[in-house]
């Protein structure tokens, strides 16, 4: 079967840094994407992931490996806007765009 | 650029009524995704469209649901009749050509009473 997992919650502080993991199970792998989305709002897209490595962009980072089916997001100097929902998806199959999610992890950052 | 948009942003239905879902994918996407999240459950795909063809419907979930995409460029989703597990957030998605990368909308919220 198909899997994606991630922690349910999560709690940091203003300031800190904080690390959600996502672990995979597919049958075929294209690519890893993280999004953001708050309360009410659409998922925004973070980042995509297909080479194993670290791809960072400001704040936020994201690390892939393959060979363990594993993930990570990295979000730095966190803010309260920061608080919402990650998560983790991934496209399986090549022939279509399919995306299959993990429930999404909540971030709570604390004063 | 206008993102993907969907209407209406909430509806509410008594179990056995029709309701029918749209979505505008930002201008030029040809590939268009329908998604549904139910309460507790993380999102599962539905659909996909590449301009008016479905590339894959594996994820409908019965004979309730249709949808179309007449032109290529919108998208309507309908439930008829709705039943009370149909209740959920209804996401829209799109993406450019061969890029992976999809953009969502902010769904609509379904509930069926």
């Known amino acids: 079967g198909q899997n994606i997992d991630q922690p ?87 022939n279509t765009g399919k995306l299959i999610f993990g429930q999404g992890t909540t971030l709570q950052v604390k004063p | 650029e206008a993102g993907v948009t969907q209407f209406p942003s909430h509806s509410v239905i008594e179990k056995g009524q029709t309701v029918t879902l749209r979505c505008d994918p930002i201008s030029g996407h040809d590939n268009l995704y329908w998604y549904r999240r139910v309460m507790g459950k993380e999102i599962k795909f539905l659909l996909h469209f590449v301009k008016e063809s479905k590339q894959d419907e594996s994820g409908m979930p019965n004979n309730r649901f249709l949808a179309e995409r007449t032109g290529g460029t919108y998208s309507t989703l309908k439930v008829q009749p709705a039943e009370l597990e149909d209740s959920g957030v209804y996401f829209c998605a799109s993406s450019q050509g061969l890029s992976r990368t999809q953009y969502f909308g902010p769904g609509t919220r379904l509930l069926v009473l």
């Open chain 1, 8 to 94: 349910t919650e999560m709690t940091a502080t203003e300031g800190a840094i904080v690390q959600i993991n996502c672990t995979y199970q597919t049958s075929g792998f294209n690519g890893l994407f993280w999004y953001q989305q708050h309360a009410g709002e659409a998922p925004t897209f973070l980042s995509y992931n297909v080479l194993d490595g670290l791809e960072e962009k400001g704040r936020f980072s994201s690390f892939l490996s393959r060979s363990k089916g594993y993930s990570y997001l990295l979000l730095k100097e966190l803010q309260m806007k920061d608080s919402a929902s990650y998560l983790c998806a991934v496209i399986g199959s090549s």
